[in-house]
């Protein structure tokens, strides 16, 4: 597999795991039932709770992870490997986080299985993130076109000292 391809595809797969993460935060992951009244069996009160409500601070490791993507394209080889850290931890969270899930509130209510999708999104931003701290170093950058050289002006080209917005045919005495 090329660099160029392997890049690709762990910046696709850290934002799909981010927005796979989001996607499932938003869903409703907990239903309870209380009686309104005590001895009312049929009024009752039933409420529902999302992911993002019931793990704190799993939105926000998700957001996190989606915002990496785009420092993975910007940065260069340490800030990727920083950049892979910071993915990686955030998807050790939420597979921590969606771990804990069924047993901290099996009692309560009925449990959807929407905590499952974020598993797997976690699972998926932990490899990818792993992938950008092993492989980010060697995978292509943005170019250096639009970047201030720093040749003198002597040694630069016609076409550069226009880009650069002075007049090449004037003499610099």
């Not at 999104?121 to 720093?150: C, D, K, N």
């Given at each position: 597999?090329t660099r160029a391809r392997e890049y690709a595809i762990v910046l696709s797969s850290i934002v799909v795991g981010a927005a796979l993460a989001l996607?499932?935060?938003?869903?409703?992951?907990?239903?309870?039932?209380?009686?309104?009244?005590?001895?009312?069996?049929?009024?009752?009160?039933?409420?529902?709770?999302?992911?993002?409500?019931?793990?704190?601070?799993?939105?926000?490791?998700?957001?996190?992870?989606?915002?990496?993507?785009?420092?993975?394209?910007?940065?260069?080889?340490?800030?990727?490997?920083?950049?892979?850290?910071?993915?990686?931890?955030?998807?050790?969270?939420?597979?921590?986080?969606?771990?804990?899930?069924?047993?901290?509130?099996?009692?309560?209510?009925?449990?959807?299985?929407?905590?499952?999708?974020?598993?797997?999104?976690?699972?998926?931003?932990?490899?990818?993130?792993?992938?950008?701290?092993?492989?980010?170093?060697?995978?292509?950058?943005?170019?250096?076109?639009?970047?201030?050289?720093?040749?003198?002006?002597?040694?630069?080209?016609?076409?550069?000292?226009?880009?650069?917005?002075?007049?090449?045919?004037?003499?610099?005495?």
């Open positions: 597999m996607f499932s935060l938003n869903r409703v992951w907990l239903t309870t039932t209380e009686p309104v009244l005590p001895g009312a069996e049929n009024a009752v009160l039933e409420e529902v709770f999302t992911g993002a409500q019931v793990l704190t601070g799993a939105s926000a490791a998700s957001w996190a992870c989606l915002l990496c993507a785009l420092a993975v394209l910007a940065t260069r080889r340490v800030g990727r490997v920083l950049t892979g850290v910071v993915v990686a931890l955030a998807g050790l969270y939420l597979a921590i986080q969606s771990a804990r899930f069924p047993s901290s509130f099996g009692s309560d209510g009925s449990i959807s299985s929407w905590w499952i999708f974020l598993m797997v999104a976690a699972l998926i931003l932990v490899v990818s993130g792993a992938l950008a701290i092993v492989r980010g170093g060697s995978w292509p950058t943005l170019s250096r076109r639009y970047e201030r050289g720093s040749k003198p002006p002597e040694q630069e080209s016609v076409w550069e000292a226009l880009d650069a917005g002075r007049d090449p045919t004037l003499a610099d005495d």
